[in-house]
């Protein structure tokens, strides 16, 4: 490789789904932008994702919320139950209510679906994979950008998207470990054909809850209803493995929820193969950016996935950024910065507290400010 230096106006550093959908919403609004991407190639990552109406409008803005809809599973209602007895504590109502109420759909899909459709929707010679980030140098006009394959870039703005381990957040505020937060998820699609089997009905979104917060959320992650998935959230001691998730096993799932109601025994029964993934926490940020430097989504403020809004929250800072730096153009990137802090810091500080504490919409409560909220119109600063 060479040691040439090439030149871009905006750098988004991973092509996650916040990465992706900042470098959609920017290029949308006539910025020139590249993404760089540590991955060598595009995988099906993950499992089952929610998506609420919050979120949906800015697809729209991209231009994939009908492709998105025609995938995923529209529930009509999440459900909270009991998981002994099976008895209902909330019936959030969903599908039609939500779309007339909150403007959008909303939908469940398997992340990596979701996450193929983002990328597709980009130009694509603009996402750089097999690049990691070796080095930043913050200059007068520029950040410089080293990446491991040689590639030097000078990036007039860059944006971190890098996720909880974000090397920008890194070069921002020092090496710091995430704290683990003494909860496990497993995760787990089910087989299908033994599931019908057991003759029980599952419905498309449902989160089962046991006493201390344990729970498994259940739900459909095709429109067609041909993949079911589940995710848990289980206290534990501690997180003893250098991995990022280990594999776990029916044995375990039954240790830890057997003999709990019929549903929850047939989704066991259903598993054949689980993961075992730690939840990991930091306290919320005191900096958002830095000079030329700005972050979003986990890089900035990762949380616990119990309101299946972290991916939502990444997605909405990348609108919300976009819109500031359109107010600004990139030379009043400062001001721009600022401006994407102050309207994004309480919203996104307010969905990390609850996410952590476990408690969304376990009870029946109003979840409007939530899903009506629409970030490509609401006030910024």
């Not at 010679?125 to 950008?145: C, K, N, P, Q």
């Not at 704290?179 to 998820?185: A, E, I």
């Not at 989504?297 to 809004?309: K, L, N, T, Y």
């Amino acid at each position: 490789m060479t040691d040439a230096i090439e030149r871009v106006e905006i750098a988004v550093i991973g092509a996650g789904l916040g990465g992706a959908a900042a470098a959609a919403l920017l290029a949308g609004a006539g910025f020139s932008v590249h993404t760089f991407e540590q991955a060598p190639v595009f995988t099906r990552l993950g499992a089952g994702i929610h998506i609420g109406p919050n979120v949906m409008k800015i697809f729209r803005r991209i231009g994939i919320e009908k492709t998105l809809e025609s995938i995923g599973s529209h529930p009509d209602f999440w459900f909270s139950r009991d998981g002994n007895t099976g008895d209902y504590l909330s019936r959030i109502p969903l599908g039609d209510y939500g779309r007339r109420e909150y403007g959008a759909s909303y939908i469940t899909i398997h992340r990596g679906d979701m996450h193929a459709v983002q990328i597709d929707a980009l130009p694509q010679d603009r996402v750089h994979f097999g690049h990691r980030l070796t080095a930043i140098e913050e200059r007068e006009s520029d950040v410089l950008l080293t990446f491991e394959n040689g590639r030097k870039i000078a990036a007039g703005l860059v944006v971190g998207a890098d996720g909880i381990n974000s090397m920008i957040r890194e070069m921002l505020l020092g090496p710091e470990k995430p704290r683990f937060s003494g909860w496990v998820g497993h995760r787990a699609l089910v087989n299908m054909d033994k599931l019908r089997a057991s003759g029980l009905q599952f419905e498309a979104c449902v989160k089962w809850w046991w006493e201390a917060s344990r729970h498994i959320m259940a739900y459909a992650t095709k429109g067609d209803g041909s993949e079911y998935y589940y995710v848990t959230g289980v206290p534990v001691d501690g997180w003893e493995h250098e991995t990022s998730f280990v594999d776990s096993s029916r044995e375990e799932m039954e240790a830890i929820f057997g003999g709990s109601h019929p549903v929850v025994q047939a989704l066991i029964d259903a598993t054949e193969t689980v993961t075992k993934w730690p939840f990991w926490n930091r306290d919320p940020l005191n900096l958002w950016s830095r000079g030329r430097l700005v972050m979003l989504g986990d890089a900035c403020h990762p949380m616990r996935p119990h309101m299946a809004q972290g991916a939502c929250m990444a997605i909405e800072d990348a609108a919300v950024l976009t819109r500031c730096l359109e107010e600004t153009g990139t030379s009043g990137y400062r001001e721009a910065f600022a401006l994407y802090e102050a309207t994004r810091r309480d919203r996104a500080t307010k969905v990390q507290t609850i996410s952590n504490a476990n408690t969304w919409l376990k009870e029946p409560e109003d979840p409007a400010w939530v899903y009506a909220y629409d970030p490509l119109t609401a006030q910024l600063g």
